[in-house]
Nanobody
Framework: QVTLVESGGGLVQPGGSLRLSCAVS????????MSWYRQAPGKERESVAT???????IYADSVKGRFAISRDNAKNTMFLQMNSLTPEDTAVYYC??????????????WGQGTLVTVSS
């Protein structure tokens, strides 16, 4: 069964950068779509960035131009490069993926989350 494990979170100063990783235990090519979500204190979980099996990327307006989602199929890993970070980016970041199991649907997969704190 495919599992997801995030890493790379930590404390960074405003204006700094971090690179998050999501390691896929199985073959990443089994996943038709992968996303990064985040949940800030007192707020609902929201989608930050998505990459499809065809390589198409979608970003939330709040991170456009600052974040970049990518994946390395050979390493079974998805990444989120985060630049120009602000305190509003502070949140727990989650790796998410959809695995299609039938014509009608599939399974949503989630990692355990990694904490990103942006503070001076």
């Amino acid at each position: 069964q495919v599992t997801l494990v995030e890493s790379g979170g930590g404390l960074v100063q405003p204006g700094g950068s971090l690179r998050l990783s999501c390691a896929v235990s199985g073959n990443i090519l089994r996943l038709s779509r992968m996303s990064w979500y985040r949940q800030a204190p007192g707020k609902e979980r929201e989608s930050v960035a998505t990459i499809t099996d065809g390589g198409r990327t979608i970003y939330a307006d709040s991170v456009k131009g600052r974040f970049a989602i990518s994946r390395d199929n050979a390493k079974n890993t998805m990444f989120l490069q985060m630049n120009s970070l602000t305190p509003e980016d502070t949140a727990v970041y989650y790796c998410n993926a959809f695995r299609q199991t039938s014509i009608e649907g599939g399974i949503e997969l989630w990692g355990q989350g990694t904490l990103v704190t942006v503070s001076s």
